[in-house]
DNA sequence: ATAAAACGAACGAACGTTCGATATTGTGTT
DNA sequence: AACACAATATCGAACGTTCGTTCGTTTTAT
Protein backbone atom coordinates (compact mmCIF):
# COMPACT_ATOMS: atom_id res chain seq x y z
CA UNK A 1 0.00 0.00 0.00
CA UNK A 2 2.49 2.90 1.11
CA UNK A 3 5.88 2.42 -0.04
CA UNK A 4 8.76 1.31 2.00
CA UNK A 5 11.99 3.41 2.79
CA UNK A 6 14.14 1.50 0.52
CA UNK A 7 11.25 2.25 -2.38
CA UNK A 8 11.62 5.90 -1.42
CA UNK A 9 15.52 5.92 -1.71
CA UNK A 10 15.69 3.61 -4.70
CA UNK A 11 12.95 6.12 -6.20
CA UNK A 12 14.77 9.30 -5.72
CA UNK A 13 18.12 7.45 -6.13
CA UNK A 14 19.32 8.72 -2.49
CA UNK A 15 22.74 7.71 -2.19
CA UNK A 16 25.42 9.16 0.78
CA UNK A 17 27.15 10.89 -1.63
CA UNK A 18 24.03 12.64 -2.47
CA UNK A 19 23.70 14.95 0.39
CA UNK A 20 26.84 16.56 -0.16
CA UNK A 21 26.61 16.75 -3.48
CA UNK A 22 23.29 19.18 -2.72
CA UNK A 23 24.51 20.82 0.44
CA UNK A 24 27.90 21.51 -2.09
CA UNK A 25 24.76 22.54 -4.93
CA UNK A 26 23.05 24.79 -3.22
CA UNK A 27 26.08 26.56 -0.85
CA UNK A 28 29.01 26.51 -3.56
CA UNK A 29 28.53 30.28 -4.30
CA UNK A 30 29.39 31.27 -0.64
CA UNK A 31 32.26 29.51 -0.75
CA UNK A 32 35.82 30.72 -0.46
CA UNK A 33 37.50 27.18 -1.64
CA UNK A 34 36.59 27.05 -5.16
CA UNK A 35 37.59 22.85 -5.79
CA UNK A 36 34.58 20.87 -5.83
CA UNK A 37 35.81 18.08 -4.39
CA UNK A 38 37.72 19.23 -2.00
CA UNK A 39 35.40 21.51 -0.82
CA UNK A 40 32.42 18.85 -0.72
CA UNK A 41 34.29 16.55 1.63
CA UNK A 42 35.59 19.31 4.08
CA UNK A 43 32.11 20.62 4.24
CA UNK A 44 31.05 16.58 4.90
CA UNK A 45 33.33 17.11 7.86
CA UNK A 46 32.46 20.11 9.24
CA UNK A 47 28.94 19.30 9.12
CA UNK A 48 29.31 16.09 10.84
CA UNK A 49 31.14 18.17 13.13
CA UNK A 50 28.67 20.44 13.77
CA UNK A 51 25.70 17.61 14.02
CA UNK A 52 27.61 15.98 16.65
CA UNK A 53 28.70 18.49 19.25
CA UNK A 54 25.64 20.29 18.93
CA UNK A 55 23.72 17.49 19.67
CA UNK A 56 26.09 16.85 22.79
CA UNK A 57 26.11 20.24 23.67
CA UNK A 58 24.13 22.28 22.00
CA UNK A 59 24.83 25.03 18.90
CA UNK A 60 25.27 27.59 21.58
CA UNK A 61 27.31 25.84 23.79
CA UNK A 62 29.56 24.55 20.98
CA UNK A 63 32.92 26.41 20.33
CA UNK A 64 34.27 27.15 17.35
CA UNK A 65 37.75 25.70 18.49
CA UNK A 66 35.95 22.33 19.50
CA UNK A 67 34.51 22.47 16.00
CA UNK A 68 38.64 22.51 14.77
CA UNK A 69 38.84 19.64 16.92
CA UNK A 70 36.34 17.58 16.08
CA UNK A 71 36.78 17.99 12.41
CA UNK A 72 40.41 17.99 12.23
CA UNK A 73 40.03 21.28 10.30
CA UNK A 74 41.70 24.58 11.79
CA UNK A 75 40.36 27.90 13.00
CA UNK A 76 41.02 29.81 9.68
CA UNK A 77 40.75 27.39 7.78
CA UNK A 78 36.75 26.63 8.40
CA UNK A 79 36.03 29.92 8.10
CA UNK A 80 36.83 29.43 4.00
CA UNK A 81 33.76 27.79 4.36
CA UNK A 82 31.13 29.02 6.69
CA UNK A 83 31.68 32.60 7.26
CA UNK A 84 30.67 32.84 10.30
CA UNK A 85 28.85 30.80 12.94
CA UNK A 86 25.50 32.16 12.17
CA UNK A 87 26.02 31.25 8.72
CA UNK A 88 26.67 27.35 9.79
CA UNK A 89 23.75 27.37 11.43
CA UNK A 90 21.92 29.19 8.27
CA UNK A 91 23.47 26.99 5.42
CA UNK A 92 22.02 23.58 7.61
CA UNK A 93 18.57 25.64 7.98
CA UNK A 94 18.03 26.15 4.39
CA UNK A 95 19.13 22.72 3.33
CA UNK A 96 16.04 21.38 4.80
CA UNK A 97 13.63 23.16 1.91
CA UNK A 98 16.02 22.77 -0.55
CA UNK A 99 15.64 18.48 -0.15
CA UNK A 100 12.14 19.19 0.21
CA UNK A 101 11.46 20.80 -3.09
CA UNK A 102 13.68 18.16 -4.86
CA UNK A 103 11.70 15.02 -3.47
CA UNK A 104 8.34 15.84 -1.86
CA UNK A 105 5.38 14.65 -4.37
CA UNK A 106 2.94 17.51 -5.34
CA UNK A 107 0.05 16.65 -5.46
CA UNK A 108 -2.04 18.92 -8.02
CA UNK A 109 -5.65 16.33 -6.35
CA UNK A 110 -8.40 18.44 -7.75
CA UNK A 111 -9.83 19.97 -4.78
CA UNK A 112 -12.79 17.85 -3.61
CA UNK A 113 -15.79 19.55 -4.41
CA UNK A 114 -19.15 18.66 -2.95
CA UNK A 115 -19.85 17.50 -6.69
CA UNK A 116 -17.40 14.69 -7.21
CA UNK A 117 -18.35 12.76 -3.67
CA UNK A 118 -20.03 10.46 -6.23
CA UNK A 119 -17.88 7.20 -5.91
CA UNK A 120 -17.61 7.58 -2.14
CA UNK A 121 -14.93 4.93 -1.38
CA UNK A 122 -12.71 5.83 -4.29
CA UNK A 123 -12.51 9.41 -3.10
CA UNK A 124 -12.42 8.67 0.51
CA UNK A 125 -9.67 5.76 -0.06
CA UNK A 126 -7.60 8.23 -2.31
CA UNK A 127 -7.99 11.19 0.22
CA UNK A 128 -6.43 9.02 2.97
CA UNK A 129 -3.80 7.81 0.70
CA UNK A 130 -2.62 11.04 -0.30
CA UNK A 131 -2.16 12.28 4.01
CA UNK A 132 -0.42 8.70 4.38
CA UNK A 133 1.77 9.51 1.22
CA UNK A 134 2.56 13.30 2.66
CA UNK A 135 3.08 11.33 5.98
CA UNK A 136 5.46 8.55 4.59
CA UNK A 137 7.70 10.81 2.61
CA UNK A 138 8.37 13.24 5.63
CA UNK A 139 9.42 10.34 8.08
CA UNK A 140 11.93 8.67 4.97
CA UNK A 141 13.35 12.01 4.50
CA UNK A 142 14.23 12.08 8.24
CA UNK A 143 14.89 9.07 8.32
CA UNK A 144 17.73 10.32 5.98
CA UNK A 145 18.73 13.55 7.25
CA UNK A 146 18.15 12.97 11.06
CA UNK A 147 20.44 14.81 12.05
CA UNK A 148 19.43 17.85 9.87
CA UNK A 149 16.19 17.75 11.44
CA UNK A 150 17.53 17.35 14.45
CA UNK A 151 19.59 20.21 14.46
CA UNK A 152 16.51 21.96 12.71
CA UNK A 153 14.23 21.62 15.62
CA UNK A 154 16.33 21.92 18.42
CA UNK A 155 17.81 24.94 17.25
CA UNK A 156 15.25 27.12 15.70
CA UNK A 157 13.76 29.09 18.14
CA UNK A 158 16.67 30.43 19.47
CA UNK A 159 18.36 31.50 16.46
CA UNK A 160 18.98 34.67 14.52
CA UNK A 161 15.53 36.28 13.33
CA UNK A 162 17.21 35.57 9.61
CA UNK A 163 17.37 32.00 10.62
CA UNK A 164 14.10 31.78 12.19
CA UNK A 165 12.03 32.76 9.56
CA UNK A 166 13.29 30.26 7.36
CA UNK A 167 12.46 27.26 9.76
CA UNK A 168 9.33 28.66 10.56
CA UNK A 169 8.42 28.79 6.81
CA UNK A 170 9.23 25.44 6.43
CA UNK A 171 7.36 24.25 9.60
CA UNK A 172 4.39 25.85 8.37
CA UNK A 173 4.21 25.09 4.74
CA UNK A 174 4.63 21.15 6.43
CA UNK A 175 2.06 21.86 8.54
CA UNK A 176 -0.30 23.57 6.42
CA UNK A 177 -0.35 20.52 3.45
CA UNK A 178 -0.81 18.18 6.51
CA UNK A 179 -4.17 20.12 7.68
CA UNK A 180 -5.19 20.36 3.67
CA UNK A 181 -5.19 16.58 3.60
CA UNK A 182 -6.28 15.65 7.28
CA UNK A 183 -9.60 18.06 6.61
CA UNK A 184 -10.02 16.25 3.02
CA UNK A 185 -10.16 12.98 4.12
CA UNK A 186 -12.54 14.03 6.83
CA UNK A 187 -14.75 15.64 4.25
CA UNK A 188 -14.83 12.81 1.81
CA UNK A 189 -15.57 9.97 4.73
CA UNK A 190 -18.52 12.10 5.31
CA UNK A 191 -16.98 12.60 9.22
CA UNK A 192 -16.68 16.51 8.53
CA UNK A 193 -14.58 17.25 11.19
CA UNK A 194 -14.72 21.04 12.85
CA UNK A 195 -12.11 23.01 11.41
CA UNK A 196 -10.58 23.09 14.53
CA UNK A 197 -10.47 19.31 15.17
CA UNK A 198 -8.78 18.84 12.12
CA UNK A 199 -6.04 21.46 12.94
CA UNK A 200 -5.60 19.64 15.71
CA UNK A 201 -5.34 16.15 14.12
CA UNK A 202 -2.87 17.48 12.07
CA UNK A 203 -1.07 19.00 14.97
CA UNK A 204 -0.99 15.27 16.61
CA UNK A 205 0.58 14.01 13.24
CA UNK A 206 3.03 16.48 13.18
CA UNK A 207 4.24 15.95 16.58
CA UNK A 208 4.36 12.18 16.17
CA UNK A 209 6.78 12.53 13.17
CA UNK A 210 9.04 14.45 15.09
CA UNK A 211 8.93 12.32 17.61
CA UNK A 212 10.71 9.47 15.11
CA UNK A 213 13.81 11.79 14.71
CA UNK A 214 14.00 13.55 17.91
CA UNK A 215 13.89 9.90 19.61
CA UNK A 216 15.00 7.75 16.94
CA UNK A 217 17.68 6.21 19.32
CA UNK A 218 15.25 4.81 21.80
CA UNK A 219 12.81 3.41 18.74
CA UNK A 220 16.05 1.02 17.18
CA UNK A 221 16.88 0.08 20.69
CA UNK A 222 12.91 -1.28 20.88
CA UNK A 223 13.84 -2.67 17.55
CA UNK A 224 11.21 -0.23 15.61
CA UNK A 225 12.65 0.21 12.34
CA UNK A 226 11.17 3.56 10.13
CA UNK A 227 8.67 1.31 8.16
CA UNK A 228 6.98 -0.24 11.28
CA UNK A 229 6.83 3.18 12.44
CA UNK A 230 5.01 4.33 8.81
CA UNK A 231 2.58 1.87 9.58
CA UNK A 232 1.52 2.10 13.10
CA UNK A 233 1.16 5.69 12.16
CA UNK A 234 -0.86 4.35 8.77
CA UNK A 235 -2.67 2.54 10.90
CA UNK A 236 -3.57 5.54 13.75
CA UNK A 237 -5.30 7.21 10.29
CA UNK A 238 -6.93 4.51 9.00
CA UNK A 239 -8.67 3.74 12.61
CA UNK A 240 -9.74 6.24 14.92
CA UNK A 241 -8.14 9.27 14.56
CA UNK A 242 -9.76 11.19 11.33
CA UNK A 243 -13.11 9.89 12.82
CA UNK A 244 -16.71 11.97 14.04
CA UNK A 245 -16.60 13.36 17.15
CA UNK A 246 -16.57 11.22 20.35
CA UNK A 247 -18.93 8.39 20.35
CA UNK A 248 -16.94 6.22 22.23
CA UNK A 249 -17.09 2.44 21.72
CA UNK B 1 -16.10 11.43 33.22
CA UNK B 2 -12.62 12.62 33.78
CA UNK B 3 -12.66 16.10 35.80
CA UNK B 4 -11.59 19.83 34.57
CA UNK B 5 -9.08 21.98 35.18
CA UNK B 6 -10.66 24.07 37.29
CA UNK B 7 -11.65 20.44 39.49
CA UNK B 8 -8.08 19.77 39.24
CA UNK B 9 -7.20 23.47 40.79
CA UNK B 10 -9.54 23.59 43.36
CA UNK B 11 -8.98 19.85 44.43
CA UNK B 12 -5.18 20.32 44.97
CA UNK B 13 -5.90 24.03 46.06
CA UNK B 14 -3.28 25.23 42.97
CA UNK B 15 -3.24 28.84 43.79
CA UNK B 16 -0.79 31.82 42.01
CA UNK B 17 1.25 32.12 45.13
CA UNK B 18 1.46 28.12 46.03
CA UNK B 19 4.32 27.96 43.30
CA UNK B 20 6.75 30.27 44.94
CA UNK B 21 5.77 29.04 48.38
CA UNK B 22 6.26 25.70 47.31
CA UNK B 23 9.44 26.36 45.59
CA UNK B 24 10.68 28.22 48.59
CA UNK B 25 10.55 25.25 50.64
CA UNK B 26 12.32 22.99 48.18
CA UNK B 27 15.27 25.37 48.04
CA UNK B 28 15.18 27.90 51.50
CA UNK B 29 18.24 25.82 52.45
CA UNK B 30 20.83 27.08 49.98
CA UNK B 31 19.84 30.72 49.95
CA UNK B 32 22.07 33.40 51.23
CA UNK B 33 18.67 35.66 52.24
CA UNK B 34 17.17 34.09 55.05
CA UNK B 35 13.95 36.62 55.19
CA UNK B 36 11.31 33.95 53.32
CA UNK B 37 8.81 37.01 52.13
CA UNK B 38 11.62 38.77 50.41
CA UNK B 39 13.32 35.48 49.70
CA UNK B 40 10.08 33.91 47.80
CA UNK B 41 9.18 37.80 45.82
CA UNK B 42 12.49 38.17 44.41
CA UNK B 43 12.73 33.98 43.47
CA UNK B 44 9.43 34.85 41.40
CA UNK B 45 11.38 37.72 39.93
CA UNK B 46 14.40 35.90 39.26
CA UNK B 47 12.58 32.61 37.62
CA UNK B 48 9.99 34.91 35.59
CA UNK B 49 13.11 36.87 34.00
CA UNK B 50 14.47 33.35 33.63
CA UNK B 51 11.69 32.09 31.67
CA UNK B 52 11.15 34.80 29.79
CA UNK B 53 14.70 35.18 28.50
CA UNK B 54 15.40 31.66 27.95
CA UNK B 55 12.19 31.43 26.53
CA UNK B 56 13.55 33.89 24.15
CA UNK B 57 16.85 34.05 23.34
CA UNK B 58 17.51 29.90 25.31
CA UNK B 59 19.19 29.45 28.31
CA UNK B 60 22.88 29.26 26.84
CA UNK B 61 22.77 32.50 25.18
CA UNK B 62 20.81 34.50 28.51
CA UNK B 63 23.17 36.61 29.67
CA UNK B 64 23.39 36.97 33.64
CA UNK B 65 23.37 40.93 32.65
CA UNK B 66 20.22 40.32 31.06
CA UNK B 67 18.50 38.08 33.49
CA UNK B 68 19.54 41.41 36.30
CA UNK B 69 17.73 44.01 33.99
CA UNK B 70 14.49 41.75 33.40
CA UNK B 71 14.49 40.73 36.82
CA UNK B 72 15.13 44.43 38.10
CA UNK B 73 17.96 43.20 40.17
CA UNK B 74 21.93 43.77 40.09
CA UNK B 75 24.53 41.45 39.43
CA UNK B 76 25.52 41.23 42.47
CA UNK B 77 21.87 40.28 44.28
CA UNK B 78 21.17 37.86 41.91
CA UNK B 79 23.94 35.53 43.30
CA UNK B 80 22.10 35.82 46.55
CA UNK B 81 19.87 33.38 45.07
CA UNK B 82 21.56 31.23 42.59
CA UNK B 83 24.66 30.17 43.57
CA UNK B 84 25.61 30.01 39.95
CA UNK B 85 24.29 30.20 36.85
CA UNK B 86 23.93 26.28 36.21
CA UNK B 87 22.40 25.82 39.75
CA UNK B 88 19.78 28.79 38.86
CA UNK B 89 18.59 25.70 36.00
CA UNK B 90 19.40 22.67 38.54
CA UNK B 91 16.90 24.55 40.85
CA UNK B 92 14.28 24.92 38.28
CA UNK B 93 14.78 21.46 36.63
CA UNK B 94 14.37 19.94 40.58
CA UNK B 95 11.32 21.77 40.67
CA UNK B 96 9.10 19.59 38.69
CA UNK B 97 9.57 16.37 40.51
CA UNK B 98 8.99 17.76 43.63
CA UNK B 99 5.38 19.08 42.92
CA UNK B 100 4.62 15.45 41.14
CA UNK B 101 5.41 14.27 44.28
CA UNK B 102 3.02 16.78 46.03
CA UNK B 103 -0.18 16.15 43.52
CA UNK B 104 0.08 12.85 41.10
CA UNK B 105 -2.59 10.59 42.36
CA UNK B 106 -0.68 7.46 43.09
CA UNK B 107 -1.89 4.68 41.63
CA UNK B 108 -2.21 1.54 44.10
CA UNK B 109 -4.22 -0.56 41.31
CA UNK B 110 -4.17 -4.20 41.79
CA UNK B 111 -1.81 -5.51 39.20
CA UNK B 112 -4.38 -7.22 37.02
CA UNK B 113 -3.64 -11.03 36.98
CA UNK B 114 -5.50 -13.25 34.55
CA UNK B 115 -7.98 -14.59 37.39
CA UNK B 116 -9.84 -10.76 37.91
CA UNK B 117 -10.83 -10.46 34.66
CA UNK B 118 -14.21 -11.97 35.10
CA UNK B 119 -16.19 -8.81 35.17
CA UNK B 120 -13.98 -7.69 32.33
CA UNK B 121 -16.30 -4.40 31.12
CA UNK B 122 -15.28 -3.07 34.96
CA UNK B 123 -12.08 -4.02 34.31
CA UNK B 124 -11.60 -2.93 31.37
CA UNK B 125 -12.86 0.79 32.09
CA UNK B 126 -10.89 1.01 35.64
CA UNK B 127 -7.84 0.29 33.44
CA UNK B 128 -8.87 3.27 30.93
CA UNK B 129 -9.67 5.46 33.96
CA UNK B 130 -6.60 5.07 34.86
CA UNK B 131 -4.59 5.81 31.98
CA UNK B 132 -6.73 9.07 30.92
CA UNK B 133 -6.83 10.24 35.11
CA UNK B 134 -2.86 9.87 34.95
CA UNK B 135 -2.82 11.77 30.96
CA UNK B 136 -5.45 14.80 32.52
CA UNK B 137 -3.30 15.14 35.49
CA UNK B 138 0.13 15.34 33.28
CA UNK B 139 -1.86 17.78 30.94
CA UNK B 140 -3.03 19.84 33.48
CA UNK B 141 0.04 19.72 35.47
CA UNK B 142 1.73 21.46 32.44
CA UNK B 143 -1.16 23.84 32.01
CA UNK B 144 -0.78 25.21 35.54
CA UNK B 145 3.32 25.50 34.92
CA UNK B 146 4.05 25.65 31.25
CA UNK B 147 6.57 27.88 31.82
CA UNK B 148 8.29 25.01 33.75
CA UNK B 149 7.97 22.28 31.97
CA UNK B 150 8.45 24.33 28.75
CA UNK B 151 12.18 25.32 30.10
CA UNK B 152 12.54 22.00 31.43
CA UNK B 153 11.93 20.15 27.66
CA UNK B 154 13.87 22.74 26.17
CA UNK B 155 17.20 22.76 27.91
CA UNK B 156 17.80 19.32 30.04
CA UNK B 157 19.27 17.74 27.05
CA UNK B 158 22.04 20.66 27.03
CA UNK B 159 22.97 20.86 30.54
CA UNK B 160 25.35 19.30 33.01
CA UNK B 161 25.27 15.63 33.62
CA UNK B 162 23.82 15.94 37.39
CA UNK B 163 20.88 18.27 35.55
CA UNK B 164 20.62 15.77 32.57
CA UNK B 165 20.18 13.10 35.65
CA UNK B 166 17.34 14.69 37.40
CA UNK B 167 15.51 15.53 33.93
CA UNK B 168 15.83 12.50 32.67
CA UNK B 169 14.87 10.15 35.86
CA UNK B 170 11.94 12.37 35.85
CA UNK B 171 11.00 11.97 32.15
CA UNK B 172 11.50 7.97 32.37
CA UNK B 173 9.64 7.73 35.37
CA UNK B 174 6.62 9.20 33.43
CA UNK B 175 7.03 7.27 30.57
CA UNK B 176 7.33 4.10 32.74
CA UNK B 177 3.66 4.81 34.16
CA UNK B 178 2.39 6.00 30.86
CA UNK B 179 3.62 2.10 29.38
CA UNK B 180 2.14 0.18 32.21
CA UNK B 181 -1.20 1.53 32.31
CA UNK B 182 -1.41 1.44 28.24
CA UNK B 183 -0.38 -2.14 28.65
CA UNK B 184 -2.89 -2.64 31.37
CA UNK B 185 -5.87 -1.06 29.23
CA UNK B 186 -4.84 -3.63 26.25
CA UNK B 187 -4.73 -6.89 28.63
CA UNK B 188 -8.08 -5.40 30.27
CA UNK B 189 -9.55 -5.05 26.57
CA UNK B 190 -8.25 -8.38 25.59
CA UNK B 191 -6.71 -7.05 22.69
CA UNK B 192 -3.15 -8.06 24.17
CA UNK B 193 -0.99 -5.30 22.00
CA UNK B 194 2.88 -7.14 21.70
CA UNK B 195 5.23 -5.08 23.90
CA UNK B 196 6.67 -3.08 21.38
CA UNK B 197 3.30 -1.48 20.10
CA UNK B 198 2.05 -0.74 23.76
CA UNK B 199 5.34 1.20 23.78
CA UNK B 200 4.91 2.49 20.70
CA UNK B 201 1.64 3.68 22.22
CA UNK B 202 3.00 5.18 25.29
CA UNK B 203 5.70 7.23 23.57
CA UNK B 204 3.43 8.30 21.00
CA UNK B 205 0.74 9.65 23.99
CA UNK B 206 4.16 11.54 25.84
CA UNK B 207 4.54 13.43 22.46
CA UNK B 208 0.90 14.44 22.38
CA UNK B 209 1.24 15.60 25.81
CA UNK B 210 4.62 17.55 25.71
CA UNK B 211 2.60 19.30 22.67
CA UNK B 212 0.54 20.92 24.68
CA UNK B 213 2.83 22.83 26.37
CA UNK B 214 5.33 23.81 23.40
CA UNK B 215 3.08 25.14 21.63
CA UNK B 216 0.06 26.40 24.22
CA UNK B 217 0.34 30.16 22.17
CA UNK B 218 -1.15 27.96 18.94
CA UNK B 219 -3.46 26.04 20.30
CA UNK B 220 -5.01 29.30 22.24
CA UNK B 221 -5.45 30.85 19.28
CA UNK B 222 -7.60 28.16 18.15
CA UNK B 223 -9.76 28.78 20.75
CA UNK B 224 -8.34 25.51 22.03
CA UNK B 225 -8.40 25.00 25.82
CA UNK B 226 -6.98 22.76 28.10
CA UNK B 227 -9.97 20.37 28.93
CA UNK B 228 -10.79 20.48 24.96
CA UNK B 229 -7.16 19.10 24.41
CA UNK B 230 -7.83 16.57 27.65
CA UNK B 231 -10.85 15.52 25.86
CA UNK B 232 -9.30 15.23 22.55
CA UNK B 233 -6.88 13.36 23.99
CA UNK B 234 -9.10 11.19 26.28
CA UNK B 235 -11.47 10.24 22.69
CA UNK B 236 -8.18 9.14 21.04
CA UNK B 237 -7.66 6.66 23.65
CA UNK B 238 -11.26 5.56 24.00
CA UNK B 239 -11.11 5.06 20.58
CA UNK B 240 -8.21 3.58 17.92
CA UNK B 241 -5.28 4.08 19.58
CA UNK B 242 -5.37 0.71 21.87
CA UNK B 243 -7.00 -1.56 19.52
CA UNK B 244 -5.79 -4.75 17.93
CA UNK B 245 -3.28 -4.54 15.34
CA UNK B 246 -3.81 -3.82 11.93
CA UNK B 247 -7.40 -4.18 10.56
CA UNK B 248 -8.57 -1.18 8.66
CA UNK B 249 -11.76 0.08 8.88
C1' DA C 1 23.43 51.26 65.39
C1' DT C 2 23.64 46.66 63.95
C1' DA C 3 22.41 43.13 60.89
C1' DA C 4 20.51 41.89 56.40
C1' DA C 5 20.23 42.71 51.69
C1' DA C 6 21.53 44.89 47.34
C1' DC C 7 24.81 46.84 44.64
C1' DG C 8 28.18 47.23 40.49
C1' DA C 9 33.13 47.95 39.29
C1' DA C 10 36.68 44.80 38.44
C1' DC C 11 38.94 40.19 37.12
C1' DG C 12 40.42 36.31 34.53
C1' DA C 13 38.87 33.09 31.22
C1' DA C 14 37.00 32.00 26.92
C1' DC C 15 34.59 33.42 22.96
C1' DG C 16 34.13 34.56 17.55
C1' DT C 17 36.82 36.39 14.18
C1' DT C 18 40.92 38.12 11.49
C1' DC C 19 45.10 37.96 8.87
C1' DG C 20 49.81 37.37 7.55
C1' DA C 21 52.57 33.27 7.19
C1' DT C 22 52.92 28.53 5.59
C1' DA C 23 51.78 24.41 3.06
C1' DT C 24 49.66 22.15 -0.77
C1' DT C 25 48.05 21.65 -5.31
C1' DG C 26 47.76 22.33 -10.29
C1' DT C 27 49.90 23.93 -14.63
C1' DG C 28 53.16 25.07 -18.15
C1' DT C 29 57.96 24.69 -19.57
C1' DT C 30 61.88 22.14 -20.23
C1' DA D 1 59.79 12.96 -15.90
C1' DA D 2 61.56 16.93 -13.36
C1' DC D 3 61.24 21.42 -12.16
C1' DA D 4 59.44 26.12 -11.11
C1' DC D 5 55.95 29.28 -10.16
C1' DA D 6 51.37 30.82 -9.37
C1' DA D 7 47.15 29.92 -7.42
C1' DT D 8 44.75 27.77 -4.05
C1' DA D 9 44.01 26.06 0.48
C1' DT D 10 45.34 25.67 5.42
C1' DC D 11 47.04 27.23 9.46
C1' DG D 12 47.10 29.26 14.45
C1' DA D 13 48.77 33.27 17.15
C1' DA D 14 46.68 37.49 18.30
C1' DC D 15 42.79 40.93 19.00
C1' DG D 16 38.87 42.99 21.04
C1' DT D 17 34.73 41.74 23.33
C1' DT D 18 31.80 39.62 26.50
C1' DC D 19 30.97 36.17 29.72
C1' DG D 20 30.28 34.22 34.80
C1' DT D 21 31.70 35.32 39.10
C1' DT D 22 33.66 37.88 43.22
C1' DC D 23 33.84 41.17 46.90
C1' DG D 24 34.35 45.58 49.21
C1' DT D 25 31.00 49.11 49.62
C1' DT D 26 26.47 51.25 50.14
C1' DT D 27 21.63 51.07 51.16
C1' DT D 28 17.69 49.42 53.69
C1' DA D 29 15.22 47.63 57.64
C1' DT D 30 14.89 46.63 62.55
Redesign the interface.
Known amino acids: MNLSFADFKLHHQLSESKVWDWFYQLHHAKLEVKNPAIAKQKLKRIMQATFKLSHD??F??MTLRDLARQSDLSLGGIYSYIGSKEQLALMIHQFLPFVFSKTLTRHPEQPLSQSNLAKENCVAERARAALITFICEHLYLSEWLTPWFFFAF?EA??SSPKIRKVALENESTTQQVLFERVANVSIASHHELSQ??A??VA??IK??L??WYL?RP??HK???TVDD?AN?LA??I????I?G??Q??
Open positions: KGALMKYQSLLMNSLQSKIYQKVYHQLNRGIDNGSK
